[in-house]
C-alpha cells in the first residue's frame, strides 16, 4: 500500500467532484480524504494498493459530469490511512 497526494486543477470546485471522489474511493475501500483548496484546485490524498493507482487516477482524470479536469499532479506520501475516506471542508 502507499499513499498519494494528487492535486486536481481545471473546473473542479462547484461541479460535485468531492461526492464523486469519495464514491469512487468508497467503491474501491480506498482510505484517505478529499478537499477544496483556497487556489481553485482539489487536494486528494488516498492510501491505495498499487494495482489500483490506475483506474483511480483514470477517475479522477474523467471527474463528474459537470467538471473540466485540466491537470493533476501527483506525489507520493509517506504517511498511510486506514480510517475511510472522508470529505473534508
Same mark, same amino acid.
Given at each position: 500500500?502507499?499513499?498519494?497526494?494528487?492535486?486536481?486543477?481545471?473546473?473542479?470546485?462547484?461541479?460535485?467532484?468531492?461526492?464523486?471522489?469519495? *464514491?469512487?474511493?468508497?467503491?474501491?475501500?480506498?482510505?484517505?480524504?478529499?478537499?477544496?483548496? *483556497?487556489?481553485?484546485?482539489?487536494?486528494?490524498?488516498?492510501?491505495?494498493? *498499487?494495482?489500483?493507482?490506475?483506474?483511480?487516477?483514470?477517475?479522477?482524470?474523467?471527474?463528474?459530469?459537470?467538471?473540466?479536469?485540466?491537470?493533476?499532479?501527483?506525489?507520493?506520501?509517506?504517511?498511510?490511512?486506514?480510517?475511510?475516506?472522508?470529505?473534508?471542508?
Amino acid at each position: 500500500m502507499k499513499t498519494y497526494k494528487f492535486l486536481v486543477s481545471g473546473r473542479v470546485q462547484g461541479v460535485w467532484f468531492r461526492k464523486y471522489t469519495k *464514491e469512487i474511493a468508497d467503491k474501491l475501500k480506498i482510505n484517505g480524504y478529499v478537499r477544496n483548496l *483556497e487556489d481553485g484546485r482539489v487536494e486528494v490524498v488516498v492510501t491505495l494498493k *498499487e494495482i489500483q493507482f490506475d483506474n483511480f487516477l483514470k477517475a479522477l482524470k474523467k471527474g463528474p459530469p459537470l467538471s473540466d479536469v485540466k491537470d493533476i499532479e501527483v506525489e507520493e506520501l509517506d504517511e498511510i490511512y486506514t480510517d475511510g475516506f472522508e470529505i473534508v471542508r
